[in-house]
């Protein structure tokens, strides 16, 4: 059955883009889209109650993620994106069957793995929370497009609670990453697909582990991009010159989620609680 052609006709180009994750890590695909995008207004939801995502049941992940996207919902924004691995990985399908094609949802997952599957690739590497790693959703999706990749694929569990307690650059972390890309899952890969969005803030450590014998992919900037060509499509792209309004809203408010935000977005942004 052929599936009906999207339309989004009732949506306004000056709405804002909703973006959640359960923590720090979506401000990585957040920063690309401000970059990318710099007339669009933002709401970011950031879940920092409940994380880390990866070490939840796929139920209660279902259950704030679909939460979060109502609320996104009721903030009259025009797409949501998921910016979070996990969530995209168990949640999917059901934030799109509650949004029912009254606007786009963007994803994490799918346009990396398709970028991936249609370039010079042979064997690729996916470190990730253990829910994602679980779904194997990263897999299926690349060997969709392309049947020949090789994807191994590694839970690495304590990179999420390092990143949210501020180990950046720090023996911890530089333990931590040594630990997981040494394992023997990882051996012959020539790619590396950061399967987090937290993962990114960490990204010249890693690049550092590897040195130039492993290409490290920047998955915020695939996912920027897809949202302006799908934004783009349907003629929703802000092309006013504009204060533009930057919004967060945490379930949670901690010191490190203030301090990458401010980094990323400005001195002058206010957090403000919501508990879903």
Not at 64 to 81: D, G, H, M, P, R
Not at 196 to 201: E, G, I, N, Q, S
Request: aromatic share 8%; glycine share 4%.
């Amino acid at each position: 059955m052929k599936k009906k052609k999207a339309d989004y006709t009732h949506l306004s180009a000056n709405q804002p883009i909703g973006i959640f994750d359960s923590g720090v890590g979506g401000l990585t695909v957040a920063k690309e889209i401000k970059r990318l995008l710099p007339n669009e207004d933002l709401i970011y939801f950031g879940d920092t109650k409940h994380l880390p995502y990866g070490e939840k049941s796929r139920e209660a992940i279902v259950g704030y993620s679909t939460k979060i996207t109502n609320f996104l919902l009721e903030q009259n924004c025009k797409a949501i994106v998921i910016a979070c691995n996990t969530a995209t990985a168990n949640a999917l399908q059901e934030v799109q069957a509650l949004v029912a094609d009254r606007v786009p949802v963007i994803d994490v997952i799918n346009p990396v793995a398709e970028k991936v599957s249609y370039e010079i690739h042979n064997n690729v590497g996916v470190i990730a929370t253990k829910a994602t790693v679980n779904s194997g959703l990263y897999k299926k999706s690349i060997r969709k497009h392309n049947k020949f990749i090789k994807v191994d694929e590694l839970a690495t569990p304590l990179l999420v609670p390092a990143i949210e307690e501020g180990f950046k650059n720090h023996p911890i972390t530089h333990s931590i990453i040594y630990n997981y890309l040494s394992n023997n899952k990882l051996k012959n890969i020539e790619t590396l697909i950061l399967g987090c969005t937290h993962y990114p803030l960490l990204i010249d450590e890693i690049k550092q582990y590897y040195g130039n014998r492993v290409r490290v992919i920047d998955s915020p900037n695939i996912v920027a991009n897809q949202l302006k060509m799908i934004l783009d499509k349907h003629h929703l792209l802000n092309e006013e010159n504009h204060n533009t309004t930057y919004q967060f809203f945490l379930s949670d408010i901690t010191k490190n989620f203030e301090k990458i935000s401010k980094k990323f977005f400005g001195k002058s942004i206010d957090l403000e609680l919501k508990v879903l």
